[in-house]
């Protein structure tokens, strides 16, 4: 019997009902500020991956599904979303018509990671994006809208970690002086800090190695060399939180694990969960569109971890087991045609509706009614048939009513349907 790859993961019912809920509540609550859905493909230009996340990232030197396409061009199914994002805005020139455009995307993201609890191959990512406005109080109002949407979803232990990565004027001397700091400490490190002291110093502050953490410990902060006008935007940011009644935290050795990331960086967390216990990030990334090859354009954005979401939520609000609202149970050839007919328009007409074609006996019938949890059963026989009236009966009331066959489907979709 062929198994599923390591990593991977089936989602069945009833705990597709549980994304579904979450999915909807996404929907209809980023679209109340604004925001449209965009559907990018999970197959891009490898090339896309490696300028905007950056070559030396653990995502790009080992996590992503890379592999050669045609005309000698390296395809990578997608890690995380924004790169693709920022891709069709430029591709199709969204900028042209209104610079400024609010997007979401909700969808599947692949990276060869450890599989663990929680944590797989291929991972769904909620994911909203903003160009073309470079306010500090549209920082805010992202944060927020995040916020509210978990509190929707009755997550609770929420915290707002902040920090800001200052910009290309400010950020080397920090670099620099970070460098110097973490060279003198390089035998604390591990094997891909030490990598990365050479290459990318400040993704030695994300480092969760218990040793490289104690190195860090005492690590100058982002914060103290931040220029004025990334001063200025930062306090904006925490005042416009606070105007919001939004509890954050100020961290300095939060950084964002992908280096397109300028000022504004943040993680929500929550008590609900263990070590793992990060379910969005974000911030801006105000260079990224015009590294791509688009316009000037400022950016910010976010990913929730859907996964973790829902095991957060399923645990409050287990998915029940829904059966059909009716069930037909057709005793012979002609009551079966008669059902399947039945069933389909009663379908179209709103009613949760199933059909039993096997054949079997209705002790049988009934039985596996009672096991799919049908809220009804619809009896049709050749004693039905001759009286031209069908037995609709409740499973929980036992209950039972005579319907005319010229009315059962006005008479179930007016008295079933929803």
Known sequence: MIQLVRGFKDILPPETTVWQSIEDTARRHFENFGFREIRPPVLEQAALFQRSIGEHTDIVEKEMYTFAGSRDTLLTLRPEATASVVRAYIQHKIYAADPAARFYTIGPMFRKERPQKGRYRQFYQINAEVFGVDSPYMDAQLIYMCMTFFRRLSVSGLQVHLNSLGCPECRPAFRQKLSEMLAGRAENLCPDCLRRLEKNPLRVLDCKVPACREAVADAPSMLDF?????????????????????????????????????????????????????????GRYDQLVEMLGGPAQPAIGFAIGLDRLVELFAAKFPAPETGPDVFFLPMGEAARE?????????????????????????????????????????????????????????????DQVAVPMDRLVAFISEHVGR
């Open 226 to 282: 931040l220029c004025d006008d990334c001063g200025q935007h930062f306090r904006t940011v925490q005042a416009a939180l606070a105007d919001m009644d939004i509890d954050f935290q100020i961290d300095p050795r939060l950084v964002r694990g992908l280096d397109y990331y300028t000022r504004t960086a943040f993680e929500i967390q929550t008590s609900e969960l263990g070590a793992q216990n990060a379910v969005a990030g974000g």
């Open 338 to 398: 008669r059902a399947a007919k039945w069933s389909s328009q009663l379908a179209d007409a709103g009613v949760r509706v199933e059909a039993d074609f096997s054949g079997r006996s209705l002790k049988a019938l009934m039985r596996r009614a009672d096991r799919m949890g049908a809220a009804r059963v619809l009896i049709v026989g050749d004693q039905e048939l001759a009286e031209n009236k069908a037995v609709l009966r409740d499973m929980k009331t036992r």
